[in-house]
Protein backbone atom coordinates (compact mmCIF):
# COMPACT_ATOMS: atom_id res chain seq x y z
CA UNK A 1 0.00 0.00 0.00
CA UNK A 2 1.78 3.35 -1.25
CA UNK A 3 -0.56 6.75 -0.58
CA UNK A 4 0.28 10.62 -0.98
CA UNK A 5 -1.25 12.58 2.11
CA UNK A 6 -1.58 16.34 -0.26
CA UNK A 7 -2.62 19.29 0.95
CA UNK A 8 -1.58 22.98 2.13
CA UNK A 9 0.68 23.68 4.82
CA UNK A 10 -1.15 22.94 8.20
CA UNK A 11 -3.75 20.67 6.28
CA UNK A 12 -3.61 17.48 8.84
CA UNK A 13 -0.33 15.65 6.93
CA UNK A 14 1.62 15.12 9.90
CA UNK A 15 -1.02 14.83 12.02
CA UNK A 16 -2.69 11.78 10.34
CA UNK A 17 0.28 9.93 9.09
CA UNK A 18 1.05 9.59 12.99
CA UNK A 19 -2.12 8.38 13.29
CA UNK A 20 -1.77 5.89 10.39
CA UNK A 21 1.80 4.95 11.49
CA UNK A 22 0.15 4.05 15.19
CA UNK A 23 -2.34 2.09 13.70
CA UNK A 24 -1.27 -0.21 10.68
CA UNK A 25 2.51 0.01 11.38
CA UNK A 26 2.83 2.02 7.62
CA UNK A 27 5.88 3.91 7.32
CA UNK A 28 5.67 8.05 6.94
CA UNK A 29 8.12 9.18 4.18
CA UNK A 30 8.07 13.20 5.10
CA UNK A 31 10.34 15.17 3.07
CA UNK A 32 9.79 18.38 5.45
CA UNK A 33 10.99 15.78 8.25
CA UNK A 34 13.91 14.77 6.76
CA UNK A 35 15.02 18.30 5.44
CA UNK A 36 15.20 19.07 8.83
CA UNK A 37 16.96 16.34 10.01
CA UNK A 38 20.07 17.39 7.27
CA UNK A 39 19.81 21.03 8.62
CA UNK A 40 20.00 20.02 12.18
CA UNK A 41 23.09 17.71 11.25
CA UNK A 42 24.62 20.10 9.22
CA UNK A 43 24.90 18.17 5.82
CA UNK A 44 25.56 19.56 2.69
CA UNK A 45 21.85 18.96 1.77
CA UNK A 46 20.87 21.07 5.36
CA UNK A 47 23.17 23.70 3.78
CA UNK A 48 21.90 24.04 0.67
CA UNK A 49 18.03 23.62 2.34
CA UNK A 50 18.11 25.93 5.17
CA UNK A 51 17.79 29.41 3.77
CA UNK A 52 15.04 28.13 1.19
CA UNK A 53 13.27 26.22 4.07
CA UNK A 54 13.17 29.79 6.47
CA UNK A 55 11.76 31.46 3.26
CA UNK A 56 9.15 29.26 2.76
CA UNK A 57 9.80 28.27 -0.73
CA UNK A 58 10.57 25.02 -2.26
CA UNK A 59 13.89 22.70 -1.78
CA UNK A 60 15.15 21.48 -5.18
CA UNK A 61 13.56 18.88 -6.81
CA UNK A 62 16.39 16.86 -7.01
CA UNK A 63 17.41 16.98 -3.66
CA UNK A 64 14.24 16.14 -2.29
CA UNK A 65 13.57 12.81 -4.25
CA UNK A 66 16.94 11.57 -3.47
CA UNK A 67 15.94 12.10 0.06
CA UNK A 68 13.06 10.23 -0.94
CA UNK A 69 14.62 7.59 -2.67
CA UNK A 70 17.08 6.47 0.27
CA UNK A 71 14.01 6.23 2.36
CA UNK A 72 12.33 3.60 0.08
CA UNK A 73 15.37 1.72 0.28
CA UNK A 74 15.53 1.65 3.86
CA UNK A 75 12.34 -0.12 3.84
CA UNK A 76 8.17 0.91 3.97
CA UNK A 77 7.21 -1.73 6.27
CA UNK A 78 3.11 -2.62 6.14
CA UNK A 79 3.07 0.65 3.52
CA UNK A 80 4.35 4.20 2.36
CA UNK A 81 2.86 7.35 3.30
CA UNK A 82 4.39 9.88 1.24
CA UNK A 83 3.59 13.14 3.28
CA UNK A 84 4.51 16.38 1.98
CA UNK A 85 6.20 14.71 -1.14
CA UNK A 86 5.55 15.19 -4.45
CA UNK A 87 5.30 18.87 -4.54
CA UNK A 88 5.58 19.80 -8.41
CA UNK A 89 4.94 17.96 -11.22
CA UNK A 90 8.20 16.96 -11.52
CA UNK A 91 8.62 15.09 -8.30
CA UNK A 92 5.12 13.49 -9.20
CA UNK A 93 7.20 12.25 -12.33
CA UNK A 94 10.24 10.92 -10.27
CA UNK A 95 8.18 9.37 -7.80
CA UNK A 96 6.44 7.15 -10.37
CA UNK A 97 9.87 6.61 -11.67
CA UNK A 98 11.53 5.67 -7.82
CA UNK A 99 7.97 3.32 -7.55
CA UNK A 100 8.01 1.70 -11.24
CA UNK A 101 11.90 0.64 -10.35
CA UNK A 102 10.38 -0.91 -7.16
CA UNK A 103 8.17 -2.79 -8.67
CA UNK A 104 5.33 -0.84 -6.96
CA UNK A 105 2.59 1.70 -7.37
CA UNK A 106 0.60 3.99 -5.99
CA UNK A 107 -2.67 3.13 -4.15
CA UNK A 108 -4.14 6.24 -2.91
CA UNK A 109 -3.59 9.86 -3.57
CA UNK A 110 -5.95 11.86 -0.31
CA UNK A 111 -6.24 15.57 -0.89
CA UNK A 112 -7.25 16.93 2.81
CA UNK A 113 -9.41 19.90 1.78
CA UNK A 114 -9.08 22.73 4.18
CA UNK A 115 -10.24 26.40 4.47
CA UNK A 116 -7.02 28.68 3.87
CA UNK A 117 -8.44 31.11 6.74
CA UNK A 118 -7.99 27.65 9.09
CA UNK A 119 -4.64 27.25 8.09
CA UNK A 120 -2.65 30.45 9.61
CA UNK A 121 -4.62 29.31 12.57
CA UNK A 122 -3.05 26.32 12.85
CA UNK A 123 0.34 26.80 11.75
CA UNK A 124 0.87 29.67 14.17
CA UNK A 125 -0.49 26.95 17.05
CA UNK A 126 1.62 24.44 16.23
CA UNK A 127 4.17 22.52 18.36
CA UNK A 128 5.93 19.46 18.74
CA UNK A 129 7.11 17.34 21.63
CA UNK A 130 11.35 17.74 21.23
CA UNK A 131 11.83 14.18 22.01
CA UNK A 132 9.75 12.30 20.45
CA UNK A 133 8.18 14.43 17.65
CA UNK A 134 4.59 14.08 18.49
CA UNK A 135 2.63 17.00 17.11
CA UNK A 136 0.73 18.83 18.73
CA UNK A 137 -1.37 22.12 18.89
CA UNK A 138 -2.22 25.00 20.95
CA UNK A 139 -6.35 24.89 20.85
CA UNK A 140 -7.10 21.61 18.87
CA UNK A 141 -4.77 19.57 20.06
CA UNK A 142 -3.60 20.23 23.81
CA UNK A 143 -1.39 17.73 25.83
CA UNK A 144 -3.80 15.61 27.99
CA UNK A 145 -1.70 16.74 30.83
CA UNK A 146 -0.36 20.31 30.26
CA UNK A 147 3.19 20.37 28.65
CA UNK A 148 3.38 16.66 29.30
CA UNK A 149 4.23 14.48 26.21
CA UNK A 150 1.38 12.07 25.67
CA UNK A 151 3.22 9.36 24.70
CA UNK A 152 6.78 9.87 26.11
CA UNK A 153 6.25 11.72 28.74
CA UNK A 154 8.74 14.51 27.88
CA UNK A 155 8.17 18.16 28.55
CA UNK A 156 10.37 19.80 26.57
CA UNK A 157 8.19 20.68 23.08
CA UNK A 158 9.53 23.29 20.02
CA UNK A 159 8.09 25.41 17.27
CA UNK A 160 9.28 25.48 13.66
CA UNK A 161 11.56 28.62 13.02
CA UNK A 162 8.75 28.63 9.62
CA UNK A 163 5.59 28.65 11.62
CA UNK A 164 5.10 32.69 11.45
CA UNK A 165 2.47 33.77 9.58
CA UNK A 166 4.63 35.47 6.99
CA UNK A 167 6.29 32.27 5.91
CA UNK A 168 2.97 30.66 5.92
CA UNK A 169 1.76 32.42 2.94
CA UNK A 170 4.47 32.12 0.76
CA UNK A 171 4.16 28.47 1.68
CA UNK A 172 0.61 28.39 0.49
CA UNK A 173 1.28 30.59 -2.37
CA UNK A 174 3.72 27.88 -3.27
CA UNK A 175 1.37 25.17 -2.85
CA UNK A 176 -1.22 26.80 -4.77
CA UNK A 177 1.40 27.63 -8.24
CA UNK A 178 2.76 24.85 -8.15
CA UNK A 179 1.81 21.74 -5.87
CA UNK A 180 -2.24 21.73 -6.53
CA UNK A 181 -1.72 22.04 -10.22
CA UNK A 182 -0.33 18.32 -9.80
CA UNK A 183 -3.80 16.90 -8.49
CA UNK A 184 -5.34 16.98 -11.74
CA UNK A 185 -2.58 14.25 -13.00
CA UNK A 186 -3.42 11.98 -10.30
CA UNK A 187 -7.53 12.68 -10.99
CA UNK A 188 -6.38 11.30 -14.54
CA UNK A 189 -5.73 8.33 -13.17
CA UNK A 190 -8.29 7.80 -10.74
CA UNK A 191 -6.36 7.64 -7.73
CA UNK A 192 -7.47 11.19 -6.03
CA UNK A 193 -10.23 10.95 -2.87
CA UNK A 194 -10.94 13.96 -1.03
CA UNK A 195 -11.42 14.02 2.77
CA UNK A 196 -12.83 16.88 4.38
CA UNK A 197 -9.79 18.27 6.59
CA UNK A 198 -11.54 20.80 8.55
CA UNK A 199 -13.77 17.78 10.92
CA UNK A 200 -12.25 16.98 13.72
CA UNK A 201 -8.31 14.81 13.62
CA UNK A 202 -10.45 11.53 14.59
CA UNK A 203 -13.10 12.09 11.59
CA UNK A 204 -10.68 12.67 9.07
CA UNK A 205 -8.86 9.80 10.45
CA UNK A 206 -11.51 7.67 9.93
CA UNK A 207 -12.38 8.75 6.59
CA UNK A 208 -8.92 7.88 5.59
CA UNK A 209 -8.47 4.65 7.00
CA UNK A 210 -12.07 3.66 5.15
CA UNK A 211 -10.43 4.85 1.71
CA UNK A 212 -7.63 2.47 3.04
CA UNK A 213 -10.25 -0.32 3.93
CA UNK A 214 -11.64 -0.13 0.25
CA UNK A 215 -15.06 1.33 1.90
P1 LIG B 1 0.70 19.50 7.85
O1 LIG B 1 1.60 18.32 8.10
O2 LIG B 1 -0.30 19.25 6.75
O3 LIG B 1 1.46 20.78 7.64
P2 LIG B 1 -0.07 19.17 10.66
O4 LIG B 1 -0.50 17.76 10.72
O5 LIG B 1 1.25 19.51 11.28
O6 LIG B 1 -0.16 19.74 9.17
O7 LIG B 1 -1.21 20.06 11.37
C1 LIG B 1 -1.03 21.47 11.59
C2 LIG B 1 -1.53 21.84 12.99
O8 LIG B 1 -2.96 21.69 13.02
C3 LIG B 1 -0.99 20.93 14.10
O9 LIG B 1 -0.75 21.75 15.25
C4 LIG B 1 -2.12 19.92 14.35
O10 LIG B 1 -2.14 19.51 15.73
C5 LIG B 1 -3.37 20.71 13.99
N1 LIG B 1 -4.38 19.87 13.31
C6 LIG B 1 -4.19 18.85 12.44
N2 LIG B 1 -5.37 18.33 12.02
C7 LIG B 1 -6.34 19.07 12.61
C8 LIG B 1 -7.78 19.03 12.58
N3 LIG B 1 -8.45 18.14 11.81
N4 LIG B 1 -8.45 19.93 13.32
C9 LIG B 1 -7.78 20.85 14.09
N5 LIG B 1 -6.44 20.95 14.16
C10 LIG B 1 -5.71 20.06 13.44
P1 LIG C 1 4.18 21.90 5.81
O1 LIG C 1 3.51 20.58 5.70
O2 LIG C 1 3.84 22.64 7.05
O3 LIG C 1 4.08 22.74 4.58
P2 LIG C 1 6.78 20.57 5.54
O4 LIG C 1 7.37 20.13 6.82
O5 LIG C 1 6.20 19.55 4.64
O6 LIG C 1 5.76 21.72 5.91
O7 LIG C 1 7.86 21.38 4.70
C1 LIG C 1 8.63 22.42 5.28
C2 LIG C 1 9.51 23.07 4.21
O8 LIG C 1 10.44 22.09 3.70
C3 LIG C 1 8.76 23.57 2.98
O9 LIG C 1 8.25 24.90 3.15
C4 LIG C 1 9.87 23.51 1.91
O10 LIG C 1 10.78 24.58 2.05
C5 LIG C 1 10.60 22.23 2.29
N1 LIG C 1 10.03 21.03 1.64
C6 LIG C 1 9.44 19.97 2.25
N2 LIG C 1 9.05 19.05 1.35
C7 LIG C 1 9.41 19.53 0.13
C8 LIG C 1 9.26 19.05 -1.20
N3 LIG C 1 8.66 17.88 -1.46
N4 LIG C 1 9.75 19.82 -2.20
C9 LIG C 1 10.37 21.00 -1.96
N5 LIG C 1 10.53 21.51 -0.73
C10 LIG C 1 10.05 20.79 0.32
ZN1 LIG D 1 7.11 12.96 23.17
Redesign the pocket.
Known amino acids: MNIILL??????????AQRLVEERGMVQLSTGDMLRAAVKAGTPVGLQAKAVMEAGELVSDAIVSALIGERMDAGTGSGAIF??YPRTAAQADALDLLLSERGQALDHVIE?GVDEDALVE??V???TCAVCGT???ET??RPVVDNVCDVCGASEFKRRPDDNEQTVRTRMAEYRAKTAPIIPIYESRGLVRRVD?????GQ?TAAIESILDGR
Open positions: GPPGAGKGTQDGLRIGRFGYHFKGMADIV
